[in-house]
């Protein structure tokens, strides 16, 4: 099995930066991607960012230009870089994970694995 922990999350004014992290632990595979998802209450899940394992990276329409998916593939670390973070970003967000590296399935059919979250909360 994989295990994934998040953490970063908090609470910030508009305008401001967070960065999170995902470290998967356990059996995680010869390579595989990584993505970040958000829920809020009311609204469907919704992909957020992924980054396949040699670094090609996808974004959701919304966070396009302000925020940035990386890896550290030693660490078995993912992390998502918020700027410009506005009230509408407000969210949990979860780390999900794709054993066979499939970026694109990931960000449309989502994923059998996810961590427990982190909220960002963002205040006007």
């Not at 829920?39 to 974004?59: C, M």
């Not at 590296?101 to 059998?112: C, E, N, V």
Request: charged residues 20%; proline residues 2%; glycine residues 12%.
């Amino acid at each position: 099995q994989v295990q994934l922990d998040e953490s970063g999350g908090g609470l910030v004014q508009a305008g401001g930066s967070l960065r999170l992290s995902c470290t998967a632990s356990g059996h995680t595979f010869r390579r595989y991607a990584m993505g970040w998802f958000r829920q809020a209450p009311g609204k469907q899940r919704e992909f957020v960012a992924g980054i396949s394992w040699n670094g090609i990276t996808l974004y959701g329409d919304s966070v396009k230009g302000r925020f940035t998916v990386s890896r550290d593939n030693a660490k078995t670390t993912m992390y998502l870089q918020l700027n410009t973070l506005k009230p509408e970003d407000t969210a949990v967000y979860l780390c999900a994970f794709d054993p066979k590296d499939a970026l694109g399935l990931l960000r449309t059919k989502g994923s059998d694995y996810w961590g427990q979250g982190t909220q960002v909360t963002v205040s006007a």
